[in-house]
């Protein structure tokens, strides 16, 4: 008896010598889950708490409130596609985008594409779609590249 007992503490001791890293690991997931991690509603992957995004499944996990507040240099997506509707072969969008050379283009070819029998101009309504487009799929907020 006494010889499988002391066996078995011995194989205990044998895991606890060779294993000494998932105690010390927990610990420290212990503690840093208390101080700065949270985990992700998604995937349950323990993440750092001001994550927005889940490293590891890639889904949001935060609402990002900035997203709503107008921040410096962002472009409202609303107002551009507006903008982009109504007064785009005119450039609008693009000046809304601090595109001005774009802008002026766009301009330029509603004003002087009947000169080519408005086939520039046709080319232009086709560009102001696929902007709107683009605008569309946009965030809410976005910026200039
Ligand atoms: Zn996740």
Redesign the pocket.
């Known amino acids: 008896m006494e010889d499988i007992q002391k066996t078995e503490e011995d194989k205990v001791s044998i895991v606890k010598e060779n294993n000494p890293l998932p105690n010390i690991h927990e610990n420290n997931a212990v503690f840093t889950s208390n101080a700065n991690t949270k985990f992700?509603?998604?995937?349950?992957?323990k993440?750092a708490a001001e994550a927005v995004v889940?490293?590891?499944?890639?889904?949001q996990?935060e609402n990002l409130d900035v997203e709503d507040k107008p921040t410096p240099g962002s472009k409202d997506k609303i107002v551009a596609a507006l903008l982009c509707f109504f007064l785009g072969m005119l450039g609008a969008h693009k000046f809304y985008e601090n595109k001005v050379g774009t802008g002026i283009l766009y301009l330029l070819i509603f004003l002087v594409g009947w000169i080519l029998f408005f086939v520039p101009t046709i080319i232009l309504a086709i560009v102001c779609i696929v902007d709107l487009v683009n605008l569309v799929t946009k965030p809410k907020r976005y910026y200039i590249p």
């Open positions: 992700c509603k998604h995937c349950g992957e993440i889940c490293p590891k499944c890639g889904c996990v």
